[in-house]
């Protein structure tokens, strides 16, 4: 753990030629203090983490594989999105962020790039919705914990200072999936540094964090929480089965990627999800954490009866256990929502939002 910190650190140091002023733990950047903050019609004012996870209900990741990130003028993705999202039924958006991409060499944000997250996170606010910034990077990460460090502690000493003042509906998820080179260990260093950074500008936000293990449950008791912060969301992804989840799929192993017309819905099939969901509720209670499921959905390429049938298990099962949800993804794939079309895939939106859940189209 403090090895990890030192190189990371060093190469902080060496890698951005840039004074970097190391304070209590709390490495600060030159550009952290001036901010050119989005404005919002409400303060920020501190929430209860499961009230907010209460408050969370039902959401949907957007964005992540958006054209608008590189070139606003192939946005497929429009803010007037948002309240069609809120209209659906949602409470939530997951805000897909892979921002190292958008970093110079001195891992500052590109402000083109910031100004297209200030008018996605203005609108999806002014439209009703919870807002979560996840930093995604995962792949990069995965390979290299101590460069990914660096990073992700760049991206939250400009992100944090600059949503300080959004309202509470505004929370920071550090990093999505850590894995493979981020190790328990590493992560739990890496996560305790990016939350100072946090902290220094937003000390009573709430905060996602996930396990290592690509958020896998199994992985939640490695988890090493500050007892001292309780405005921390505990997140978790999933996809079980595998072999049903992301039947077809082209980054999973080869066994998988050839599979197709794999079923769901046995009686056996439907224990196990029940026995993973109370595993996580179990772990909540022991440790009053409040959840959210942030990541969950099956590939385009399994048969779309039993998608309807996995999404809706999974939804209602989170839901009984009081966990807030967050479907993946809006487009473009596990769709939800058909771009060529401009409408929803309704199946799939009706498994997730009951449609006598639904109360009304403008608003509720
Ligand atoms: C990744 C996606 C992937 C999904 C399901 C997400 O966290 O960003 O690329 O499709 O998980 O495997």
Same mark, same amino acid.
């Given at each position: ?52 996870? &209460?408050?969370? @209900?039902? *959401?949907? !990741? $957007? ?5 608008? +990130?590189?070139?606003?003028? /192939? ?47 203005? &609108?999806?606010? @002014?439209? *009703?919705? !919870? $807002? ?5 990077? +995962?792949?990069?990460?995965? /390979? ?221």
């Amino acid at each position: 753990m403090k090895l990890f910190s030192i190189v990371s650190r060093a190469t902080a140091v060496a890698g951005l030629i840039l004074a970097v002023v190391t304070v209590a733990g709390c490495t600060t950047y030159p550009w952290e203090e001036k901010p050119t903050a989005p404005t919002f019609a409400q303060p920020f004012a501190p929430v209860d983490a499961f009230a907010q996870v &209460a408050e969370m @209900g039902r *959401g949907v !990741n $957007v964005l992540g594989y958006d054209p608008v +990130w590189t070139d606003p003028a /192939k946005a497929r993705f429009q803010p007037r999105h948002f309240k069609i999202i809120h209209n659906a039924g949602f409470n939530t958006v997951r805000v897909v962020l892979q921002s190292f991409d958008h970093m110079d060499s001195s891992n500052r944000l590109d402000p083109e790039w910031l100004k297209t997250l200030d008018t996605m996170v203005t &609108a999806a606010v @002014g439209d *009703g919705l !919870n $807002v979560i910034l996840d930093e995604h990077d +995962w792949e990069l990460c995965g /390979k290299d914990a101590v460069g990914c460090g660096v990073k992700v502690n760049a991206f939250w000493s400009q992100i944090a200072p600059r949503y300080k003042d959004a309202p509470h509906q505004v929370m920071f998820e550090i990093l999505n999936e850590p894995n493979q080179a981020m190790t328990p260990d590493v992560w739990n260093a890496e996560f305790h540094e990016a939350l100072a950074i946090i902290r220094a500008s937003n000390p009573t936000r709430n905060v996602v964090i996930g396990p290592s293990f690509w958020n896998g449950l199994e992985h939640l008791p490695d988890l090493d929480l500050p007892a001292d912060d309780q405005h921390i969301i505990v997140t978790f992804h999933y996809y079980h089965p595998l072999t049903f989840t992301h039947q077809g799929a082209t980054w999973v192993g080869p066994e998988i990627q050839k599979l197709s017309g794999v079923t769901w819905g046995s009686d056996a099939d439907y224990a196990l999800l029940n026995k993973e969901l109370d595993q996580v509720k179990a772990w909540s209670d022991a440790h009053s954490r409040p959840i959210l499921l942030g990541e969950f959905g099956a590939y385009d390429k399994a048969p779309m009866e039993y998608r309807v049938k996995w999404d809706s298990a999974v939804a209602r099962g989170a839901e009984a256990r009081g966990f807030a949800w967050a479907y993946w993804q809006f487009d473009p794939d596990f769709t939800v929502y058909d771009f060529s079309k401009d409408g929803w895939v309704e199946p799939i939106l009706h498994a997730l939002i009951p449609p006598s859940d639904k109360v009304s189209d403008t608003g509720r």
